[in-house]
T-cell receptor, first 114, second 114 residues
Framework: AQSVTQLDSQVPVFEEAPVELRCNYSSSVSVYLFWYVQYPNQGLQLLLKYLSGSTLVKGINGFEAEFNKSQTSFHLRKPSVHISDTAEYFCAVSRKTSYDKVIFGPGTSLSVIP | ETGVTQSPTHLIKTRGQQVTLRCSSQSGHNTVSWYQQALGQGPQFIFQYYREEENGRGNFPPRFSGLQFPNYSSELNVNALELDDSALYLC?????????????FGQGTRLTVV
């Protein structure tokens, strides 16, 4: 079975400051990794995904994440946040054999302070 | 806008009643997955439908059931509603067998059980 841990439930950060949202996963098989964003009263939007290859993945809205297999981590980063980045962020995994059955972490609430 | 539409957007039901939620998948997608997102938590996988058959199920009781139609749209049915069933129900569509690893989510149906 797969599981996802997001170490911070809430992250406040000032506008234009950098941010890192942490994610660790557990799995006995190879997985795909994802970060989704959820704005208030909306569904989920894919930010980025790691399938294979380069461990540094770039996504939409200036976000990037780095896959670290030895530490089973997939932390999300942005060098300079904007007010509009305020949202809930979910790290997720799926088995490579059933990539559309996604296991989500509990989420990190990012609040950008003006 | 993902092209995945869910109806209704909001719903209030009484404990013990039955409810049907609907999802229209994105054009060209043949797989629909359903998730339950309780307040303040990450989405939990309920089940997935592919070619009108259930293709995997999470840890949900049998009173959660579903259907997929020939046009790949889907329904989620919940019988004997309980207060804990109050949640945002998300539908995701994807394309099995094409190598496309992304699932697209709808805006969700907010179910309140009173």
């Amino acid at each position: 079975a797969q599981s996802v841990t997001q170490l911070d439930s809430q992250v406040p950060v000032f506008e234009e400051a950098p941010v890192e949202l942490r994610c660790n996963y557990s799995s006995s098989v190879s997985v795909y990794l994802f970060w989704y964003v959820q704005y208030p009263n909306q569904g989920l939007q894919l930010l980025l995904k790691y399938l294979s290859g380069s461990t540094l993945v770039k996504g939409i809205n200036g976000f990037e994440a780095e896959f670290n297999k030895s530490q089973t981590s997939f932390h999300l980063r942005k060098p300079s946040v904007h007010i509009s980045d305020t949202a809930e962020y979910f790290c997720a995994v799926s088995r490579k054999t059933s990539y559309d059955k996604v296991i989500f972490g509990p989420g990190t609430s990012l609040s950008v302070i003006p | 806008e993902t092209g995945v539409t869910q109806s209704p957007t909001h719903l209030i039901k009484t404990r013990g009643q039955q409810v049907t939620l609907r999802c229209s998948s994105q054009s060209g997608h043949n797989t629909v997955s359903w998730y339950q997102q309780a307040l303040g938590q990450g989405p939990q996988f309920i089940f997935q439908y592919y070619r009108e058959e259930e293709n995997g199920r999470g840890n949900f009781p049998p009173r959660f059931s579903g259907l997929q139609f020939p046009n790949y749209s889907s329904e989620l049915n919940v019988n004997a509603l309980e207060l804990d069933d109050s949640a945002l129900y998300l539908c995701a569509s994807s394309s099995t067998g094409t190598g496309n690893t992304e699932a697209f989510f709808g805006q969700g149906t907010r179910l309140t059980v009173v």
